[in-house]
């Protein structure tokens, strides 16, 4: 039986959740509640959870306390972040992690 996104989001840790706003045509904001499902040491990727799933980065820029966000458009880029997040794991989870929220999104489709 799959579980319903809305109770896996309630219980999932804090800092593998994020919301992701988007701008419609016609001006109106979105939010689009993301998992986050691959790390690794300067860039996070989170996925949304709507029928559409959009793919979104958050990449720490080196020497600053900044962050840029990104929509990944060429799921290349989501594979290639996806296998660096699982080659460079580290088990503790300090370098790479690929994160069983992903697993979550395979099951519940």
């Known amino acids: 039986m799959p579980l319903d996104p809305a109770s896996f989001l309630q219980h999932a ?42 793919y979104v ?10 962050v ?9 880029e989501v594979e290639a972040l996806m296998e660096d997040a699982g080659l460079d794991g580290i088990h503790d989870g300090e370098q790479g992690i690929v994160y069983h929220n992903l697993l979550f999104l395979l099951m519940n489709q």
């Open 13 to 54: 840790a804090p800092d593998e959740k994020t919301t992701v706003y988007t701008k419609a045509a016609d001006g109106t904001v979105q939010e689009h509640p993301a998992l986050l499902i691959a790390q690794t040491k300067h860039q996070k990727l989170f996925i949304t959870l709507e029928k559409r799933r959009r």
């Open 57 to 66: 980065t958050h990449t720490q820029v080196p020497g600053s306390n900044d």
């Open 68 to 76: 840029e966000i990104d929509f990944l458009q060429d799921y290349e």
